[in-house]
Every structure is written in structure tokens, then in C-alpha cells.
């Protein structure tokens, strides 16, 4: 019976991972394909055309906004979502929290390990984000975003310079070990 048991758990700790991440991205592409329902003519709607219509648009913007004639409309158009009071605020943090893992001014990509305290043997791991904190006065000082695991959220905390150090690592890889609460990536 304990055999059943252990093949039962082994069974389940295989399988509800795949299956978690399939049903996730059978939701997402259910969800993308509804946004744009194109129905084509003679036939109606085929599932996965809105799916592939997003796909385009989504490259074609990116290709858009490459493209040195149609950059500086987009950029306008930038400047001005940035100085509307309310949308400011979530289009800026959405922008920058896609900028800080995907754009070309990637924040965490400078994985390290900080000391908790001088006289402390407890460690963190985290992604430095910014070298000089001297606008505000602390000149001796480094910003650290420290991620949470099992989470997407994280504390920015500020650290002595002399209590970080570089890890010759791949960020994605200190990421997938945080996020995972230290059992993956190892």
C-alpha cells in the first residue's frame, strides 16, 4: 500500500506541473484569441486566427516603432501617456517593469550577493538596479531589488556598496532559483 502511495505522489508531482502550465496557456491563448474575433468570410470564426492576428499586430508595432520614420510618432505618443496624471502612473510601472526583463535598458541583469549586515553571516540574493544613489544623499549606497519566491513581487532595498558582491551567474537562472524558493535552477 505504502508503494501505491509513493507512485500516487510521484505520478501527481509529475503531472501537475505540465498540467497547471498547459490549462495556463490554453487560458492565455483563449483569452488573446477573444480579443480579436475575425470572422472570415464563408467559413465564420476559426479558433486561433485572432491568436495569430495579435501575434502580427504585436510585430508589426514592434517593427513600427524600429523603423526610424514612424519612431518619433510613437515616442510622442510615449511622452504624452507619460504626463496624463491617473495613466501616468500605470503605464509608466507597467513600462518599466517590461523594460527591466525584456527592453534594451535591462535592470536585472547584474545578479549579486548581499550581507545582511556587517556583522551577520545571513545572506540575500537580488539584481542591482541602480549603482549611485547620490540625488538622494547617499553616496556610499547601491539599490538592490531583492525578488520574493513563489511570487511575482519583490523589495527594492538599499545596501553599503562593500556588502555586495557580483555573482558570475545568468540572471534567468538566479531569478528561476529565487522565484522557485531555491528548489529549481540548481
Known amino acids: 500500500m505504502k508503494r501505491l502511495a ?11 506541473p505540465i498540467l497547471v502550465t498547459l490549462y495556463v496557456v490554453y487560458i492565455l491563448f483563449v483569452k488573446i484569441d477573444g480579443l ?5 468570410p464563408g467559413i465564420g470564426i476559426i479558433p486561433g486566427v485572432g491568436f495569430l492576428a495579435t501575434v502580427i499586430i504585436i510585430t508589426l508595432t514592434g517593427f513600427l516603432v524600429s523603423n526610424f520614420l514612424t519612431k518619433k ?8 501617456m507619460s504626463r496624463l496624471p491617473l ?8 513600462k518599466d517593469l517590461l523594460n527591466a ?11 549579486v550577493l548581499v550581507k545582511l549586515g556587517s556583522d551577520s553571516s545571513a545572506h540575500v540574493l537580488g539584481f542591482i538596479t541602480c549603482d549611485s544613489l547620490g ?7 547601491i539599490s538592490v531589488y531583492i525578488p520574493q519566491s513563489y511570487n511575482f513581487a519583490g ?5 553599503p556598496r562593500d556588502q555586495v558582491r557580483p555573482l558570475d551567474t545568468a540572471s534567468a537562472d538566479l531569478m528561476t532559483f529565487i ?3 531555491g528548489v529549481a535552477g540548481v
Do not use: C, H, T
Not at 510618432?73 to 504624452?80: E, H, M, N, Y
Open 6 to 16: 509513493n507512485y500516487f505522489l510521484n505520478g501527481l508531482l509529475f503531472m501537475v
Open 36 to 40: 480579436l474575433k475575425i470572422p472570415l
Open 73 to 80: 510618432l510613437l515616442l510622442l505618443f510615449d511622452r504624452l
Open 87 to 94: 495613466v501616468k502612473l500605470l503605464y509608466g510601472s507597467i
Open 101 to 111: 526583463f525584456a527592453g534594451e535598458k535591462k535592470s536585472f541583469n547584474r545578479p
Open 135 to 141: 540625488k538622494f544623499g547617499l553616496d556610499e549606497y
Open 155 to 159: 523589495q527594492l532595498l538599499v545596501f
Open 179 to 181: 522565484v522557485s524558493g
